[in-house]
């Protein structure tokens, strides 16, 4: 099994984490995005450094990004926290959790995901929510492997004219996930 630390991420980590976050999306959302979205993205203020430094610059209270490493080198992260809209039913959200394809399908991000969930539940955030690209099959298969419930599907953005889609899933009952985190993430090596 792949060691995995999840130090919390810090401003110096803001410039690496754009630069995966575009590489992860080129990789993985080829069959979901326009060619000419996915060349733009380091222009996108959702993910050059300022997005992650803002994001650095809230963690901690009710807001983390943790850095993923496997094998001593930056593989991803995963950004979480109290649900950002109010009115929606949910106290808790998953917003982020890119790996790099290198280390896609190994179980990493089940158990991320299940640590995610962890901090979560000890902060009163549940129940918590998910959205995906409805394209993205695979992330879909996973939540629902992990209990997740289908909620609904709006769209997000328009890509070269055309709506592109985000589902979102939720989780009344974490238990499933919670059970994902067993193997390999400490509560010791997780991020503050
Ligand atoms: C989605 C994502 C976070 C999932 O993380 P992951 O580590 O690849 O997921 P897991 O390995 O835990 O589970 C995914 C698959 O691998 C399989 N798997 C689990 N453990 C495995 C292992 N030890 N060896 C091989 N395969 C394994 C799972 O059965 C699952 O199979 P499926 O795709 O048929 O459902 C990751 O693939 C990713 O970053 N994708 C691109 C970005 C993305 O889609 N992010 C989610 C939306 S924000």
Known sequence: MVDVVLPAATVDDAGALSALDVDVWRASYRRILSRALLDGLPQSPFHD?????????RSGMDEWLWVIEAEDALAGYCHFGACKDPGCGYLGEIARLYLRPAIQGQGIGTRILGAAA????????VPIRATVFE??????RLYERLGAE???RQVVFEDQGKPVWDCTYGWADPAALLAAASGGVGKDRQGG
Do not use: I, T
């Open 118 to 125: 962890h901090r979560l539940v000890d902060e009163g955030l």
């Open 150 to 152: 289908y909620v609904g």
């Open 135 to 140: 394209d993205n099959r695979r992330a879909r």
């Open 49 to 57: 450094p300022q997005y992650f430094l803002a994001v650095v610059d």
